[in-house]
């Protein structure tokens, strides 16, 4: 029947119903053209291979609705065609999330590097603050641990807020001084 002369129609009859015979002559027939069509697409000799077997997965796939009346090449030139743009918005999906999941991993790690910064910057303060006179110590960590207002210590501690006002300025002068050792602003 396909020796010889070639008739697409009655290949496509066959194949339509499972005749693998059919299938292979059709492959045969129509897969270097449908090759060129999808290398000038994907600019790709593996890409285009890929297409030409995936559109002939989905020609047997779906053999049974194959139109013998129609132009069989025109048919797996659209198949190709849809598949590669099919192929083009997955790659573009998945660079978007590729990049969204790098930018993520990238904020966790600076946040990460930022939580480690302040927890090694907070355990140089507490180490500074500890050379620090005792009562200025106390007034400075009302202020900044507390949070009570330059009043509330003084009442608290029976002291004038200019006194508070002037030990939280000396600890703050002390450490950003020190702080300048460790390369930090203080």
């Known amino acids: 029947m396909y020796e010889g002369s070639y008739d697409e129609r009655e290949c496509l009859i066959a194949l339509a119903a499972g005749d693998f015979n059919a299938f292979s002559v059709l492959y045969e027939k129509h897969r270097r053209a449908l090759y060129f069509f999808a290398l000038k697409l994907s600019k790709d000799t593996h890409k285009a291979e890929e297409l030409v077997q995936s559109v002939f997965v989905t020609v047997w796939e779906t053999r049974q609705t194959v139109d013998p009346e129609k132009s069989f090449g025109a048919y797996l030139f659209t198949i190709a065609h849809n598949r590669f743009y099919d192929m083009l918005r997955r790659r573009i999906i ?40 005792e009562r200025r110590q106390e007034i400075f960590r009302l202020s900044r641990d507390e949070h009570l207002s330059y009043k509330q210590i003084a009442e608290k501690l029976q002291i004038s807020e200019n006194t508070v006002d002037t030990q939280i300025r000396k600890v703050l002068n002390y450490l950003r001084k020190e702080l300048k050792k460790y390369n930090i602003d203080g």
């Open 94 to 133: 998945e660079n978007c999330y590729a990049d969204y999941v790098r930018h993520q991993n990238s904020q966790v790690a600076n946040d990460l590097e930022k939580q480690t910064e302040d927890r090694e910057i907070n355990e140089i303060i507490d180490h500074l603050l500890q050379r620090v006179p």
